[in-house]
């Protein structure tokens, strides 16, 4: 590995903690030398990347730090190029476009060199499922982001139908469906509901909890029994 390849593993390394971390620990991740990591935390520092702390204490990056985009390994092309794609082809249209237009921002700013292996990729995305959804999931994803509550007309896999008042709080994007994730006040219980099988979508009032907090408690629920989306 060339030092220049060190120095933007170590921002990377960086980018994944959130709080200060020591040096013996970013050493261990780089397999290099405690004298070593800390050359490169000085290089890097001399270069303007805002990392604070020192030697005993830890070392932060703060946030908002961008590197240039031009140092994209084979494997990073491809995983942005598939993911954009991926995105691209769902029926979110508003995602969807920014996807599209994301890929083309990239592109733009990259060496003609890494351009090229960009547009010339050969992952390719197949068609996505039949499932078509009613609703404009675009709101879903505004009222997860704003911490709103939805409420909906919802039809189970017998056609049954609901009223539901939800706080929405992830959204999952499978290749036949998409799946919304949330607080039920009607079954005072974490639901997932198919997002081909809601209508009538409406925001409400703000979320009486945290979406972060709703999220890590949906997560340790995962490992209990198993219930039917939308049951």
């Not at 954009?84 to 082809?89: D, L, Q, T």
């Not at 008042?165 to 607080?183: H, N, Q, T």
């Amino acid at each position: 590995m060339s030092r220049s390849e060190r120095l933007l593993d170590l921002i990377q390394i960086l980018r994944r903690h959130r709080r200060p971390v020591s040096g013996r620990t970013l050493a261990g991740e780089m397999d290099v030398s405690i004298r070593t990591l800390y050359r490169d935390i000085a290089t890097l520092q001399g270069q303007g990347a805002p990392i604070e702390g020192e030697a005993g204490l830890g070392y932060v990056l703060k946030p908002g730090f961008m590197l240039p985009p031009l140092m994209f390994t084979d494997e990073e092309i491809e995983a942005i190029v598939l993911g954009s794609r991926w995105v691209a082809r769902q029926p979110d249209k508003r995602l969807s476009a920014a996807a599209t237009d994301a890929l083309a921002k990239i592109a733009a700013v990259l060496p003609d060199d890494l351009r090229e292996d960009l547009d010339a990729t050969a992952l390719l995305v197949g068609p996505h499922g039949d499932a078509v959804e009613s609703i404009d999931l675009g709101l879903v994803r505004q009222a997860i982001r704003n911490e709103r509550k939805l409420g909906f007309l919802y039809r189970d896999a017998g056609g049954a139908a609901s009223e539901r008042l939800i706080w929405p709080f992830a959204l999952g994007f499978f290749d036949k469906v998409r799946v919304v994730v949330a607080w039920c006040e009607t079954r005072q219980d974490f639901r997932h509901f198919r997002a081909d099988r809601m209508s009538g979508l409406n925001t409400t009032y703000p979320l009486s909890g945290r979406r972060q907090a709703l999220l890590k408690e949906w997560r340790a629920t995962l490992d209990a029994p198993k219930r039917q989306p939308g049951a």
